[in-house]
């Protein structure tokens, strides 16, 4: 019985360590995960090569010891003369990869963990769960088939319609020309297809408005305070141009089918109506006039708030990815300098002011609901340009310099989720500038928090100069 005890609280020992390992694990490829997407997926993925090599089973062609060293600091390595370090970095055009000294190594393990399961998991996948996902792939690859064929279809379809009317005018104009007679009158032809191509235009608008229109951000409302005031601005101007497209477009056709070529009518010489040209000359100039002075209040209200008690954060691009850098309890960013970026330093910020000690750089921009920010922009390499198309926000970001934009965030991510019904909706701040070959992948979250939630992960963070920071606080009292 003894025996029989002892085996049983054997098993159960190792069987809760057993699933704490499992919970472990579970845990360190979810941090890592989240890891990943916020500092690698600007140059690497895992099948496929962006800026980087794709790392797919990284782990097992390099030692876990060498990985550490390699993510933390690769020049280093390199300039030590490291003989893999040399051969990784001569195999990828000697492209410098970003050093990430701030993260802990059970921090980069984390990383590398969810790498592995990622690399493992088509292999890992139960066999009811990989026949499911077989028939769904092969049902998506008969659709994929099936449209495939049909648009080549109807692009044969169309191609040979086009042959066979151009062969149909091609014989009638050879028979005009062997009676002394055109057979097509080519101004009355014209003036018909004036009229389609106009109703067919005219359609295709009407259709495209009306199919995608529900598809734009537009669709969900403005983000931001400035926001409302910003979507007037742009229905108001689509709607006055689209008026003038409209009426333009139809007197254009219309003209060209009624005053058509009919070799009687001899064309009216009409120098010039002064009245006519002052009335279309003097309400466009009125009309802009209104628009730009109003556009310009509204960026002035945007760019110099009244409220100077926005909170300070730095966004820092670089190719290919994004830091936010925040103001400590004090709301004032330490000073920068470009010549201190570096491995180590890859901000620049002057790490001697000693309002940069209580700064908090991440990798994720998280805003209050409701609470004014003042964003500094700064370009470490080449010109990006910071959209955040929710919030009605877009800013140049060019290097040497410096650019800012204020905002008021008004719907948190949260409650934007359920706006859209879309439960991993996220916020994002992406580059619209062409700034390289992964500008497509170029791109941060952005979380609006409610004031409890922000409090709780700016509490999470750790500061710049964490051996400075109480020193600091002894100062400011």
């Not at 393990?109 to 399961?117: G, P, Q, R, T």
């Not at 790490?351 to 209580?358: C, E, G, H, I, R």
């Not at 470490?380 to 060019?398: C, E, G, T, W, Y």
């Amino acid at each position: 019985m003894k025996i029989l005890n002892l085996l049983s609280k054997i098993t159960f020992v190792i069987a809760v360590l057993f699933s704490f390992t499992l919970s472990l694990s579970a845990q360190s490829v979810d941090e890592g995960k989240t890891l990943f997407n916020a500092n690698c997926t600007a140059c690497h993925a895992i099948n496929d090569k962006v800026v980087g090599p794709a790392l797919k089973d990284v782990s097992k062609r390099r030692e876990e010891a060498w990985l550490l060293k390699w993510i933390k600091n690769s020049q280093a390595m390199v300039k030590s003369g490291d003989p893999i370090a040399v051969q990784v970095y001569k195999e990828n055009n000697e492209g410098i990869m970003t050093s990430f000294e701030q993260l802990s190594d059970v921090q980069i393990k984390s990383i590398l963990a969810y790498v592995k399961a990622e690399s493992e998991a088509p292999a890992a996948a139960p066999v009811a769960n990989a026949t499911a996902d077989a028939a769904t792939a092969t049902t998506a690859s008969n659709d994929g088939d099936w449209k495939s064929m049909i648009n080549w279809l109807l692009f044969i379809i169309v191609a040979l319609l086009v042959f066979i009317i151009t062969q149909v005018f091609s014989i009638l104009s050879r028979i005009g020309d062997i009676q002394g007679k055109p057979v097509v009158n080519w101004n009355q032809l014209n003036s018909v297809l004036l009229i389609v191509f106009l109703v067919v235009g005219m359609g295709a608008i009407v259709w495209e408005f009306s199919a995608h229109s529900k598809h734009t951000i537009f669709n969900y409302g403005p983000a931001s305070a400035h926001g409302a005031e910003y979507d007037d601005m742009f229905m108001i101007t689509l709607v006055l141009t689209g008026v003038v497209f409209v009426i333009t477009q139809i007197l254009l056709f219309w003209y060209g089918f009624k005053y058509k070529s009919d070799g009687k009518r001899k064309a009216l010489y009409y120098p010039d109506n002064h009245k006519i040209e002052l009335l279309w000359t003097v309400v466009p100039a009125i009309v802009l006039t209104v628009l730009v002075i109003r556009g310009l209040i509204v960026w002035n209200d945007m760019m110099y708030p009244k409220e100077q008690n926005g909170r300070k954060i730095e966004i820092f691009a670089y190719q290919f990815g994004w830091n936010a850098r925040y103001a400590g309890v004090d709301n004032k960013l330490g000073a920068h300098n470009f010549r201190e970026v570096g491995v180590i330093n890859q901000l620049g910020v002057d790490t001697n002011d000693v309002n940069a000690y209580d700064d908090v750089v991440t990798n994720e921009l998280h805003l209050e609901v409701n609470q004014p920010v003042d964003l500094a922009f700064r370009a470490k390499d080449v010109i990006h340009s910071a959209l955040m198309p929710h919030f009605r926000v877009q800013m140049n970001v060019v290097p040497g310099l410096p650019t800012k934009f204020s905002f008021t965030p008004t719907v948190t991510t949260n409650e934007m989720r359920t706006k859209t019904g879309k439960p991993t909706f996220d916020y994002v701040l992406l580059c619209n500038k062409i700034c390289g070959s992964a500008h497509y992948r170029m791109k941060m979250k952005v979380v609006v928090d409610s004031k409890e939630d922000y409090k709780k992960w700016m509490s999470s963070q750790s500061v710049l100069v964490a051996n400075k920071t109480a020193n600091k606080a002894v100062a400011l009292n």
